[in-house]
């Protein structure tokens, strides 16, 4: 290392770094630090060469664990580095390229030790290597800096919200970004409460904590730029220049990570890095410290919950609006997550703003383009075999979470779509998104019950389907044929269990001493699958209480397979509701007699149009209003924080040790 290129294989006998970590002091006015930063290396570009980054590093990285606490060099060269970034800004308006490719070689030096620490030390002990100075230090190098691990956090933010991105800072950008998510990264190795994570509390309390609303603004503005790599950033680093040098600096940056796929040189460049590296820490940030306990609040999460519209042209008045958070285009950013809802961090982002921000809610529920979110939403269910099983109730609970406003759920009827190709089931040429929304869903239904079996599943998917139940309209004759499917499929499969039921009672009589597990688990499967019949019961009954006069379809299909609600007829959990579809169809069975038996099908529904203007809801029993609202769980950071850290692990090119990850399983992606 030093002025001269250096090799994966060479760094381990690197002069500069032996020295770096080895027993001696380094004062951060020593000239040593100019040449240690004045480096460039072959840089990383698959997967074996990660590893061997990291194997060629780890005897160097062990050294400086053992000998930091003596030499206290870590915190030497963290104070040249905070040196370096009080007058980034300057330089960076000065153009001095030099001067920000040694402070980014600076910080890629200190989060490669630093993550080396947070996969093997505990939290304390990373504190400690922080803030270490050599024996007999007079303190003159501390004095203005205190506690050093603060204050390098503090600083990483001050450099994202105060320096500039042109194209010789990006890099730097995502250094900064990378640094604070292995800091951060002491959750996946030694999970614990946040709020007790003296990190987290420099983040959440103090100076950080300042500068909270404009890096949200910074971060979520980096996420709708979605700027790309600058392209002198990937040339042929066959010639050294001071552009190869920041390349391979920035190599270094994206392939440290150990990534899932192996892309091609230019695909890898090609991906917006700074925006997802952003992305990824404003969930971070967000997701932890989030109930408020012991005292810590998250400006983070209050901050993102709370920015509004800048192109909103009504005044603020009251004094929580006139409250200073920040401002944000609400077009760009609908626009940015309408076209990146296919990955999880995205998706996430969006169930977040839907939950918690009102102005955000309330501007998506205003659109007439409405498709654009929602389309997304509806592959991620229909593809759900290669989805993560979390990506998919992201998905869901955003659907159910939109299906609360009426106005939506009558929207969604008025939109058409043409030709949806990635729907195979059946060729559809043209079809409301709302008929969409039902066909998804049902088909969600219907593989969860087979494959994944989950209550949670099943229960939110019927949940968005009755909120939207009252504002069906004009349904497509396929949608409706797959409404009475699903319920002919559940009431075959409700007498299967009853049949199994009766058999294990048999044969539990037969035995002296029997178990009753089995008998057991199929009262409980029975009782599941009851409450969803009656739930697609009740679906059907509000579309005809509220909308029957705008279902012809719907009616013709029920009449048509009539038979399939015989068996349930004295059935005392349907009974009631059943008497509902009965009057129903007993009033058009009346309507269609006194005409010829062989009618086409055009002539049945226009009978059964006229007919239903006729028809008086006074006729049908009244039920409860169909309405469900998503409450989230009473612990959120229990499902969120293992989520949010496994899409950092799996997606933001940094290679974590996968042997030391406490906080969640690698068995299979969460």
């Known amino acids: 290392m030093g002025a001269t290129s250096s090799s994966l294989s060479e760094l381990s006998g690197n002069q500069y770094l032996k020295r770096l970590v080895g027993t001696e002091h380094i004062s951060q006015n020593d000239p040593f630090w100019n040449q240690l930063l004045s480096y460039s290396f072959q840089i990383p570009i698959n997967s074996a060469d990660t590893r061997l980054l990291e194997e060629s590093t780890s005897v160097l990285c ?21 040196l370096r970034v009080t007058e980034l800004k300057a330089s960076t308006e000065c153009e001095n390229n030099i001067f920000t490719w040694q402070t980014y070689n600076a910080l890629f030096i200190i989060r490669n030790a630093v993550k080396y620490f947070v996969e093997n030390l505990t939290e304390e002990l990373i504190i400690q290597h922080f803030n270490a100075v050599p024996a007999g230090d007079t303190g003159k190098e501390v004095t203005n800096v205190g506690n050093v691990c603060e204050a390098f956090i503090s600083a990483l933010i001050e450099l994202l919200v105060d320096v500039p991105i042109v194209d010789f800072t990006y890099a730097l950008h995502l250094e900064a970004l990378n640094s604070l998510i292995v800091v951060l990264s002491v959750q996946m190795f030694q999970p614990q409460p946040a709020h007790n994570s003296e990190i987290y509390k420099y983040l959440m309390q103090g100076k950080c904590s300042m500068h909270a ?72 940030l967000t997701n932890h410290c989030s109930m408020d306990e012991n005292g810590i609040k998250n400006p983070y999460r209050e901050a993102l919950f709370s920015f509004s519209n800048s192109q909103d042209s009504r005044e603020s008045t ?47 529920l205003s659109r007439t383009n409405v498709d654009q979110l929602i389309v997304p939403m509806l ?35 008025e939109i058409v779509l043409k030709d949806v190709v990635w729907f195979k089931e059946r060729t559809i040429s043209e079809i409301s998104l709302g008929g969409l929304l039902i066909l998804v869903l049902i088909r969600t239904i219907q593989y969860n019950m087979t494959r994944m079996r989950d209550k949670y599943l099943h229960t939110n998917c019927l949940a968005a389907l009755a909120n939207m139940s009252a504002q069906y309209c004009f349904l497509h004759p396929y949608v409706t044929q797959r409404i009475v499917s699903l319920f002919a499929s559940l009431s075959k499969k409700h007498t299967k269990i009853v049949e199994r039921l009766k058999n294990a009672a048999l044969e539990s009589n037969d035995k002296e001493s029997g178990s009753d597990t089995e008998h057991d688990e199929y009262v409980q499967d029975l009782a599941v699958l009851e409450e969803v019949i009656r739930m697609v019961l009740e679906i059907i009954n509000s579309c005809l209480s509220n909308a029957l006069h705008h279902n012809p379809n719907l009616i013709y299909t029920l009449m048509y397979q009539k038979d399939v609600f015989s068996h349930f007829r004295t059935h005392p959990t349907f009974q009631d509701i059943i008497q509902n579809i009965d009057t129903v169809l007993a009033y058009f069975t009346a309507r269609l007699e006194p005409h010829d038996k062989n009618l086409s099908v055009h002539h049945v529904l226009e009978i059964i149009t006229q007919g239903a203007k006729q028809f008086k809801k006074e006729r049908l029993k009244k039920f409860p209003e169909l309405k469900f609202k998503y409450v989230e769980e009473e612990r959120p950071e229990d499902f969120f924080i293992p989520y949010v850290w496994s899409l950092v692990y799996h997606s933001s090119n940094l290679y974590f040790n996968p042997s030391r990850i406490q906080l969640f399983t690698l068995s299979s992606r969460q």
């Not at 220049?241 to 190599?251: D, E, G, K, P």
Request: some cysteine; overall charge neutral; glycine content about 2%.
């Open 379 to 413: 592959k991620i269910l229909y593809h759900a075999e290669d989805k993560n099983s979390h990506h998919i109730y992201m998905a869901l609970i955003i659907i159910l979470i939109l299906s609360e406003d009426d106005v939506f759920d009558k929207a969604v009827h």
């Open 62 to 82: 062990k050294n400086f664990a053992i000998n930091n606490f003596k030499t206290g060099n870590l915190g030497s060269l963290i104070r040249v580095w905070l």
């Open 213 to 284: 609303c404009l890096l949200m603004k910074t971060l979520l503005n980096n996420f709708m730029k979605q700027e790309k790599c600058p392209p002198e950033l990937v040339r042929s680093q066959e010639h050294w220049s001071l552009t190869a040098a920041v390349a391979s600096s920035l190599w270094s940056v994206m392939t440290l990570g150990l990534t899932k796929k192996q892309k091609t040189e230019e695909e890898e460049f090609n991906e917006a890095l700074l925006a997802n590296q952003s992305l990824l820490f404003i969930l971070l």
């Open 318 to 364: 009251s004094p929580k609006e006139a409250m200073a958070t920040f401002k944000m285009d609400f077009a760009k950013l609908y626009h940015c997550l309408c076209h990146s809802l296919r990955e999880d961090q995205s998706t996430l982002l969006l169930y977040l703003l839907l939950h918690q921000n009102i102005n955000v809610k309330t501007f998506i």
